[in-house]
């Protein structure tokens, strides 16, 4: 039964309602790049802005007072000025969305969950959010609003229909501060006609593509051209769900794109069938699509054939990728280990096809079973899903899925190992070579910045190339060797991927084996021996603590720090961050005063690029000047 009743014609009241929107921190996943946003991109935080809050906002009411506030790029208000808290999230989201919405909620905050999360699990909300909105929000966030202000409002909005796009407003683009991100976002349809087994899409969304009309589509890039974005990502799940309606949108784009001297450079997501239609693919090029992500998921036909990925199964994967490289469109893919049909053997067959088929962009995850899509249930009635184990991200080395064809533990290990040897130097620029035998002319763009262009090519070189060594530099030469300048940038941005994933891997799939949790125990207990050469016992308490199958250093700091008792300790600390990633840090803060805050600042700043490994505990008069926009950060009781 829907909860929600007819729209109210209600007066404005007098004071402006405050809503305040906030995208919570994303923990570190494959997608976060963070190698290459700090080393390369300094000036931006972040991939993707917050789309869905920016619908929402453009739904909210024009008299209310609207802010949107992703803590990816900057820090939180722990006590804002606002009468509601909105608070979105996904799956990989999930556990800081609940410490935001219970802070909030315990300080007197009207609070209300929302995001596709809540729409998957809206259980998991309840007393943790007054309102939680599940399902598209088109129709039942204006009926919210309204509810608010006769304050009439319900514990649960809940869209039982699919939404006519048509009704979904323009992004409220102006609240984002897009320039600190890489790419903007816009949507053009959502659902998907397919029905793979793992995939929440056809459920979230539905099985018949709902689109936006040209004319909304158009309405979105002019907004974008406006505040210069170059960049732009169709977030549709499979952008060809609808294909009569996805040429319509492709012509429209290479007319709008030719008539502006190609002002975006785009990607999306599709299905693989793309590929087998040439004058689709052609359409893309034209449209200015420069990368599409796929989901081949594996090369293994049955286990394909188990997954319901039938549209996989009509051709042969490798020309399939080949021929997006004709096109000049690049490819990034997921891949999953754990299907039924998977053994210890897959993990060699999948290095192959990856590396033959020169994908760079390769998100390798393990399959995770989504609460409510057809893979969960079937795993629930086996009785093989594992509780303790929450399905956000699949790319952390950890699932809530019993493998059938091996154990839990080599599924695992056989997974980082995969990853480590795809990070290789000579993995790496393999795969560039397999791809740029292929490639054809790159798609063109307009009018860039030769010199940001330069910037970033150097910085490329230096921080990425020549500091890995001679190994890496050789391995960088042969990648390029034998093919037309025209495709060195293609190369370059591979390398700048490659190195991210690199980078992620060895924070986060590094040590599995006991060995390496003692010779880790023994690296920390070097540093306290070291630390306490410098600083008097009484500054900093210091103990070792295993954390799963890392070491976390716990750092009492007592009191005020002085400056350089900081110093010293931050420099240790960076030394010894670079060189054990398995190692964590938990800096545990008692009161402090003005001047010990300021130090307890200079101990924190030069840690911000190690900033996902680190968590701050402290007391709720010490929150508000840490940036949780950085560091994870926590409140602990006063005692
Ligand atoms: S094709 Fe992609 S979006 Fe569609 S159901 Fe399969 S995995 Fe989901």
């Known amino acids: 039964m829907s909860l929600i009743s007819p729209m109210r014609q209600t007066e404005p009241p007098a004071q402006p309602v405050r809503l305040l929107l906030i995208n919570p921190r994303f923990p570190e996943s494959f997608w976060s790049f ?17 789309l869905g809050l920016a619908t929402v906002a453009a739904l909210t009411p024009s008299h209310w007072q609207v802010t949107i506030l992703d803590e990816n790029i900057e ?42 999360y809540a729409s998957l699990s809206p259980n ?16 039942t966030w204006p009926q919210f609003c309204s509810d608010y202000e006769t304050e009439q409002v319900q514990a649960v909005y809940r869209e039982e229909d699919r939404i006519n796009l048509a009704e979904s407003p323009t992004p409220r683009f102006d609240l984002l501060q897009l320039e600190r991100y ?137 020309e399939a990728v080949q021929n997006f490289y004709r096109h000049g469109i690049d490819v990034f893919s997921g891949f999953i280990v754990g299907f039924d049909h998977d053994t210890v053997a897959s993990f060699s067959r999948l290095y192959r096809f990856i590396v033959h088929s020169g994908i760079q962009v390769a998100m390798l995850g393990l399959l995770t079973a989504v609460p409510r899509t057809a893979l969960y249930r079937r795993l ?46 000579r993995a790496i620029a393999a795969r560039i070579r397999n791809k740029l035998r292929h490639f054809g002319k790159t798609v063109p763009l307009g009018h860039r910045n030769r010199s940001e262009a330069l910037t970033l090519a150097g910085r490329l070189m230096l921080r990425g190339i020549l500091s890995g060594g001679l190994g890496r530099t050789s391995a960088f030469l042969w990648s390029l060797a034998g093919f037309r300048p025209t495709l060195w940038p293609v190369a370059m941005r591979d390398w700048a991927h490659a190195l991210a994933i690199r980078a992620y891997a060895q924070r986060h799939l590094g040590a599995t084996e006991a060995e390496e ?28 603590e295993p954390a799963g199958r890392r070491m976390c250093l716990r750092i009492i700091v007592q009191g005020d720090l002085a400056a350089i008792e900081a110093q010293v300790t ?32 200079g101990l924190l700043e030069p840690l911000r690029h190690y900033a996902d490994r680190i968590t701050v505990e402290a007391n709720r008069s010490l929150l508000s000047w840490l940036d949780s926009s950085v560091f994870r950060i926590t409140a602990v009781t006063e005692q």
């Open 34 to 50: 963070r190698w290459a946003l700090q080393e390369l991109l300094p000036a931006k935080r972040a991939l993707n802005p917050p």
């Open 124 to 139: 998991s909300y309840v007393n943790l959010a007054d309102t939680i909105i599940v399902g598209e929000s088109e129709r």
């Open 75 to 116: 820090a939180l208000p722990l006590e804002p000025e606002a009468d509601i808290v909105g608070i979105g999230g996904m799956a990989v989201q999930h556990r800081r969305q609940c410490e935001l919405l219970a802070h909030y909620r315990s300080l007197g905050y009207r609070t209300v969950a929302g995001g596709s």
């Open 182 to 318: 890489t790419t903007a976002s816009i949507q053009f349809s959502r659902g998907c006609p397919f029905q793979c087994e793992f995939c929440d899409i056809p459920l979230l969304f539905g099985r018949r593509p709902r689109t936006k009309s040209l004319d909304q589509v158009g309405r979105e890039l002019e907004a974008l051209r406006a505040v210069s974005v170059n960049n732009v990502f169709f977030v549709d799940d499979n952008l060809i769900g609808h294909q009569p309606r996805a040429r319509a949108l492709l012509g429209y784009l290479a007319e709008f794109q030719r008539r502006h001297n190609y002002p975006f450079a785009l990607g999306t997501e599709a299905s693989v069938n793309l590929a087998a239609d040439p004058e689709l693919l052609g359409l893309f090029r034209n449209a200015g699509f420069r990368w599409v992500f796929l989901g081949i998921e594996t090369p293994d036909t049955d286990s394909l054939a188990e997954a319901g990925k039938k549209q996989n199964l009509k051709g042969d994967l490798l």
């Open 517 to 544: 949790h003692e010779r880790l125990r023994h690296t920390v207990q070097q540093f306290i021996r070291r630390l306490h050469r410098h600083l008097s016992q009484q500054s900093l308490e210091l103990r070792t």
């Open 380 to 425: 629930e009635s086996e009785g093989r899903l594992r509780r303790d184990i929450p399905p956000g991200d699949n790319t952390g080395g950890k699932t809530n899925v019993i493998p059938l064809g091996m154990s839990y533990a080599e599924m695992t290990t056989g997974y980082a190992r995969l990853y480590r040897r795809l990070c290789s130097n």
């Open 570 to 601: 931050a420099r240790l600390l960076r030394r010894l961050l670079k060189h054990a990633p398995a190692v964590t840090v938990a800096v545990q803060l008692r009161e402090a005063s003005a001047h010990g805050r300021a130090c307890i600042n």
